[in-house]
């Protein structure tokens, strides 16, 4: 931690501000500069006590850190790259893995229709919502159990994995027993309750980013997934909230790229949520996949127009054939 | 619903919108404008299935709703303001309401002295964590069911009403048992699972904005407490995320006023997380009160230096004593 | 500034970055941590050549400023607050200033109207646009000297000070002739060039915040007035942009705040633009001079329901009167 | 434009409504809906008087335009793709066009060492700011008419087209005898009398987006210098300015894909600001590319360490070449 005193403060001042450095178990290093005096607290800030309660000190003007603080999901920890096997499907790999299918669940035709012609145009994941977080109550919350159901049947008879959302820390072992992968949505990317018990199912987990959440604070929630044991972890970019308004949210390209560089687990794109309209799915999943990503999540519906939820960014079969065609025949995840 | 069509679509482009929407249950109206031919699709948007799957089809450019999302939180709905007693307390009446107390309950000694202290100053509801939401792994995450007794403590003791956050679903009944108001937090305010499960406690819910949480959605976030039969409802403004560095979060006065224009239900405002710095607590508090807030939640720590959180945004005594006295002398809360 | 090296980095590696901190003019003071090492470089930051440039170093890994970059705008440079006199109306002293008039001049009976209507009401200061910045080019661009020329009348007839506003360098004469405040609008206040050219007119100067300006952005953008011997300079919250959409903007209550902490020079509020709807313009401007604005600049027109610009969050007469009647019953500016 | 009524009005407020969009030479078109009344008014939306002024009448709940506001620069306009030719480069055609350079022209040994490198690379356009538009007025800003000179002499040397910055109308005349490309900077991006002054210049214009600038006001822009009668623009995405703080800006990738959907003029990406870190260039580089972009402008120096300005996200010569390479090898523009 470097600590900046004000300019003009007594000796005295600076005395208790050193004592209570070396009482919470930092070695103090004092820099005497033009104006102000600058304070190094040399020490491992991670198992330390935090000294950022010093800023309330009015002899205090600034206390910045200088250790990051995620530790298990850094590369720094694990430089080389982290593969996740699901089903025989390796993401974080060579190949780009593609999820893919409806937002919700909507009933078992409907499911298996997409599942067969995703699995068909090269998808090795089928993802699907049978719980579902909706803003407002009043609409259309999902199949649950009925739903997990469908999905097990969808993966009986096409082989794909399968990815559905966990929103409840009472439904996490129901959820774990049907599915390959635990999603994490993107309103609960800070239900630190909800990341622990995912965790303690050892499922893979997908975690969405928050709608305004900082990288450091995404792999932080990261962090408890690995501190609870659970090394299987993937990190979903699916756009930012911005004051943007003709697009749902913005795909934050810099996110794909840092957090490949930053941490060593795959970093999958949802072009779906990140556009909020098919026509853009397309071309962020090409830029995505060309700035490193290693696996795209993308909404598909054998009829979009009447989706019962995400209509308006799902595409349809013959969207998805292109995509896929597109993605395989072009560029590939950055090692 | 308001429907757009692009222009030059052909006549059997225009028969086929018009046929969807009747049997979606609409009656549609037709406009022919200049350039685009618009579709007015009359019934109500909160009973009928979703229009904006219309967004997916090539012949249409824009799905425009007329109606307000939210009903039960609306003024529309009931235009007095709604006013919640907690033990004897009245929030959204005439008295300002101030909250206050340290981030999280860290020891029963501080817990007590800080009670006094607060309710000596004029306080009538005690705020403390006992099971805290943080960021990292490797922070404190509060005392747990030890807190609560504290809190259950201090309560007796002082006569001041409780305030403390739920943040798992699993501990919804052992925080209900000792406190007076749920809060609900920022990182848990689309958490539509927790809200359930905190609105049929059947306790008053005081329901913080998500870090970048629309209005709209927030009073939708609300509409799940209504709409579960709880109707002791309080929104807490906290600050939201901007691109604004200097200072932790950004108060948006404009939502403390609009709040009490859109609902009956009482506006709290919590100045310590949208400034993160204590000098500008007195102001923020204030402003939001002169803008219509009717009550305040402000940490309060008895030695802040050493707080094990938020100690740069938490108020002394002095400090704390010298806000009640100018919010008495001072500015009401708009009726 | 703080040059923090990278974990495991060479005696040579460290040698290097410690020659560059002393060519540059400062004294490298070295820390050596429990993972990292830490070079504080004494010497003045606002005088000598940036260190940022070190962070492109491959040994680097972060350089983190010490001192404030802004020096006259600072209350470190100058305690007091500053007061601006115009034609006798102090702003920043003890009474409330309000500037109000139409968003922009549209023609002599309308201008002349609504100044007799204020200053009626209290108002000190008649704000018009004559040149108007517009989104769009197909949008009314003002009505230029012409405007100018009504605003000098309304100012013979009413004694009412005129504040307008100057978007080119090209007309900073003319425009200057007649204003008694030159004021920046959000989408110059980064166009230095203008900045420059409007102190020199030695006019006093009202410097809106950009609509994604960082608060110290903005008082840098100030130091371009003071450091071309202009010290009249007030500057202008009028709402920042942000993801919600309920409102045109989000007033940022903080910021209020926080330049009266950080700056001498008086802060004035916009609500009409803050909130772009008549309704909340009252409780934001009590809201706004609670915690700690000098004066408001209220959008006013005779008939909004037919204004030029603005209609929608102008106010007619009577609700500028009630406005100026609560804001002189009630909160003064903090001093 | 449509105009949704209030619950419950009387007949009378309703007449006035359709009076007065009659008056503005609209034909009203009403629908009587299940709680309110929604009123679609006929009319060219660009060439008559803006309804939105309606917003202020009490009886009106919201006024929503149904047309886009920018013409000349939508590609309804004007279907195909326009390329723009500067100096034999064709800008918005199958090649993609690398401008590269350093962010301030420092010295003329420092620019024709770049220029050399990156013709050298397949660069085909030297960027370099003679006049600097800086945050602080402590900070360099730019060799003015002097610089400009020694680009000039760079492009005699090497051949590269010369992009460099308009920042003052007052520099119009001598920038445009010097540029083949007028650059117009994020924080002047709306300057509208400086973008109408370029536009005059007959020369072709590069116009970023400003920082918190939404996709249709940026449009709007644009529509400023075709309306002026100059038909050589290209729009540049550098990232917007959001919450996050590990990089600098984020690239919003969607509208490098919406720009190309919506507008017929070509699309730069320049990854150097949107990054504000070297490491991240080349990924947002090749993500950019990839989803439509025609063109990169990168910022590159021989020594960043040592740079006037933007070192710590400028390239040198090695890695400029090797991200030239990977351009070319690779992924093309989207025709």
């Not at 403060?9 to 009482?23: S, Y």
């Not at 019962?308 to 590939?332: I, N, P, T």
């Amino acid at each position: 931690m470097i600590i900046v005193l004000k300019p003009n403060i007594t000796k005295k001042e600076e005395a208790a501000v050193l004592k209570e450095i070396e009482k919470l178990g930092y070695k103090p290093h004092v820099m005497r500069g033009v104006e102000r005096i600058v304070i190094g607290a040399i020490g491992d800030e991670r198992t330390h006590r935090n000294l950022e309660t010093l800023m309330t000190w009015p002899q205090v003007e600034n206390v910045m850190p200088v250790q990051k603080r995620y530790k298990l999901v850094s590369r720094e920890a694990h430089p080389p790259n982290t593969a996740i096997n699901v089903r025989g499907n390796v993401i974080g790999g060579r190949k780009v893995q593609i999820m893919a299918g409806p937002c919700s669940v909507e009933g078992e035709k409907q499911l298996l229709k997409t599942a067969e012609a995703v699995a068909a145009a090269g998808a090795t994941i089928l993802r699907g919502g049978a719980f579902k977080p909706r803003t407002s109550p009043y609409e259309f919350q999902g199949l649950g159990e009925k739903g997990l159901k469908m999905l097990d049947k969808a993966r009986r008879e096409t082989g794909l994995a399968i990815i559905t959302e966990l929103l409840s820390e009472a439904h996490a072992e129901l959820v774990a027993e049907y599915a390959d992968i635990l999603q994490i949505g993107t309103r609960n990317a800070q239900n630190f309750q909800l990341l622990i018990t995912a965790a303690r199912t050892g499922k893979p987990i997908l975690l969405k980013r928050g709608l305004s959440m900082k990288i450091e604070e995404w792999l932080l929630a990261g962090e408890y997934v690995l501190s609870n044991d659970n090394c299987n972890l993937m990190f979903c970019e699916r756009g930012i909230r911005t004051f943007e308004r003709a697009t749902r949210h913005t795909l934050d390209l810099n996110a794909v790229a840092l957090v490949r560089e930053r941490t060593h687990l795959p970093l999958i794109v949802d072009p779906s949520h990140a556009a909020g309209v098919r026509s853009l799915v397309l071309p962020l999943s090409l830029g995505s996949l060309a700035a490193g990503a290693c696996g795209l999540i993308v909404e598909v519906h054998p009829d979009p127009a009447h989706a019962m939820s995400d209509g308006a960014q799902s595409l349809d079969f013959a969207m998805f054939e292109e995509l896929a065609r597109q993605v395989r025949g072009g560029v590939g995840a950055k090692a």
